[in-house]
Nanobody, 116 residues
């Protein structure tokens, strides 16, 4: 049974930084991509950043240049360094892992609140 557990969320002032981490409790074979998504109140969930098995990275336009995604395959973690945070970054952030067998794993989410 694979579980993804996020940590690192919290309350920060605009311009501040947070680092989110997502750890897998089990082995995920044939993973295809690891990424972070967010959902703000009243809005649809959106991709923040993801990284494929080959290492290709994709960022949402709204976070490019401010956020950095990284992974440690051996430790089964994917991290999101968030700098220059803005109030509009406020959301529940969830990590997601997809496999080549089209299996989806999601974490429970962690709240990020940026005050102005």
């Amino acid at each position: 049974q694979v579980q993804l557990v996020e940590s690192g969320g919290g309350l920060v002032q605009a311009g501040g930084s947070l680092r989110l981490s997502c750890a897998s409790s089990g082995s995920i074979f044939n993973f295809n991509a690891m990424g972070w998504y967010r959902q703000a109140p009243g809005k649809q969930r959106e991709l923040v950043a993801d990284i494929t098995r080959s290492g290709r990275i994709n960022y949402a336009d709204s976070v490019r240049g401010r956020f950095t995604i990284s992974r440690d395959i051996a430790k089964k973690t994917v991290n999101l360094q968030m700098n220059s945070l803005k109030p509009e970054d406020t959301a529940v952030y969830s990590c997601r892992v997809t496999t080549t067998a089209a299996t989806d794993y999601w974490g429970q989410g962690t709240q990020v609140t940026v005050s102005s």
